[in-house]
C-alpha cells in the first residue's frame, strides 16, 4: 500500500444509517485515553453478494483497535447490534467507565440495545457526521476493501466465514504502524499489563475541524509531539 498499489474503493450509495428521535452527546470528541476499554466505537456497514445486501456491524477498541465483537445479518436491525455489543461484553467482562460511541443510527438508540447499555454502566456517545466516528468507519473500510472484495464470495455462508476469518487476523497477525513496535492490536493489548500508565502511549481523539485540539491533526494518534487541550473520562452523572 506505501508503494502505491491499493484497492480502489466504490463509492457508497447504500444508507445504512436511519436517524432516530433520540440524541445523545458526543463524550469522546478531543479525549485523552490510555487505557483498553475506556472508548468503543462502533458502526454497520452493507456487502453485496450476487445483488443480494448484507449488513456487518463492527465494534473496535480505539486504544487498542481490537474488534471486540461483529455480527452478520441480512437486516438491519438492532437485534444484530445487539449480538455484536453481547460478544464483545462477553470477551471483556467488567467495562467499568466505558463509553460506547455510534452514530445517530436507531439501531443503537433502540430501547433493548439502550436497556443492556445502561445495565453494564456504559455511557452512551453519539456522532453527527461519519468523521465523529472514524475508527468504526476505518475498519468497515479496511475489512471490506482489503480482506472481502478480494475473495470470490457467492453465500451468505461464505461471507460469514471470511469475516470471521478477516477478523480473526486484523486482530492477530494484522501489523498496525502506529502502535508502538509495530505490533498486532492483540500483542499491544497483551502488553499493556506491563505498562505503567506514565509509560503507557496516549491516544487524543479528534474530530477534524475542532479548532479545540486543531494540534492534534495531522499526526500519529500515539505520541503526539506536543498535546492539545483535552479533557478525561467523563462522568455522567443522571
Given at each position: 500500500?506505501?508503494?502505491?498499489?491499493?484497492?480502489?474503493?466504490?463509492?457508497?450509495?447504500?444508507r445504512?444509517?436511519?436517524?432516530s428521535?433520540?440524541?445523545?452527546?458526543?463524550?469522546?470528541?478531543g479525549?485523552?485515553?490510555y487505557?483498553?476499554n475506556?472508548?468503543?466505537?462502533?458502526?454497520?456497514?452493507?456487502?453485496?453478494v450476487?445483488d443480494?445486501?448484507?449488513?456487518?456491524?463492527?465494534?473496535?477498541?480505539?486504544?487498542?483497535?481490537?474488534?471486540?465483537?461483529y455480527h452478520?445479518?441480512?437486516?438491519?436491525?438492532a437485534?444484530?447490534?445487539?449480538?455484536?455489543l453481547?460478544?464483545?461484553?462477553?470477551?471483556?467482562?467488567?467495562?467499568?467507565?466505558l463509553?460506547?460511541?455510534?452514530?445517530?443510527?436507531s439501531?443503537?438508540?433502540?430501547t433493548?440495545?439502550?436497556?443492556?447499555?445502561?445495565k453494564?454502566?456504559?455511557?452512551?456517545?453519539?456522532?453527527?457526521?461519519?468523521?465523529?466516528?472514524a475508527?468504526?468507519?476505518?475498519?468497515?473500510?479496511?475489512?471490506?476493501?482489503?480482506?472481502?472484495?478480494?475473495?470470490?464470495?457467492t453465500?451468505?455462508?461464505q461471507?460469514?466465514?471470511?469475516?470471521?476469518?478477516?477478523?480473526?487476523?486484523?486482530n492477530?497477525?494484522?501489523?498496525?504502524?502506529?502502535?508502538?513496535?509495530k505490533?498486532?492490536?492483540?500483542e499491544?493489548?497483551?502488553?499493556?499489563?506491563?505498562?505503567?500508565?506514565?509509560?503507557?502511549?496516549?491516544?487524543?481523539?479528534y474530530?477534524?475541524?475542532?479548532?479545540?485540539?486543531?494540534?492534534?491533526?495531522?499526526?500519529?494518534?500515539?505520541?503526539?509531539?506536543?498535546?492539545?487541550?483535552?479533557h478525561?473520562c467523563?462522568?455522567?452523572?443522571?
Open positions: 500500500m506505501e508503494l502505491g498499489y491499493r484497492v480502489r474503493s466504490k463509492v457508497n450509495f447504500r445504512t444509517t436511519i436517524p428521535h433520540l440524541r445523545f452527546p458526543n463524550l469522546i470528541e479525549l485523552l485515553v487505557d483498553k475506556r472508548v468503543w466505537q462502533t458502526d454497520i456497514t452493507y456487502f453485496e450476487k443480494q445486501f448484507y449488513y456487518i456491524t463492527f465494534i473496535i477498541d480505539i486504544y487498542t483497535k481490537v474488534i471486540r465483537g452478520v445479518s441480512d437486516h438491519m436491525r437485534e444484530a447490534n445487539l449480538i455484536a453481547q460478544m464483545a461484553l462477553s470477551e471483556v467482562g467488567s467495562v467499568n467507565g463509553i460506547h460511541h455510534s452514530d445517530r443510527g439501531q443503537f438508540t433502540d433493548r440495545y439502550r436497556e443492556v447499555l445502561t453494564n454502566e456504559i455511557h452512551v456517545s453519539m456522532g453527527i457526521i461519519a468523521q465523529d466516528n475508527y468504526a468507519e476505518r475498519i468497515n473500510g479496511t475489512i471490506k476493501n482489503e480482506y472481502l472484495k478480494p475473495k470470490t464470495i453465500t451468505f455462508n461471507l460469514k466465514t471470511q469475516v470471521r476469518i478477516a477478523v480473526n487476523h486484523y492477530e497477525k494484522r501489523i498496525h504502524k502506529h502502535l508502538p513496535g505490533q498486532s492490536p492483540r499491544f493489548e497483551r502488553q499493556l499489563v506491563n505498562l505503567t500508565t506514565q509509560n503507557r502511549p496516549k491516544v487524543i481523539v474530530t477534524e475541524g475542532n479548532c479545540k485540539i486543531r494540534a492534534a491533526l495531522s499526526r500519529p494518534d500515539f505520541n503526539p509531539e506536543t498535546e492539545p487541550q483535552v478525561v467523563p462522568m455522567v452523572t443522571n
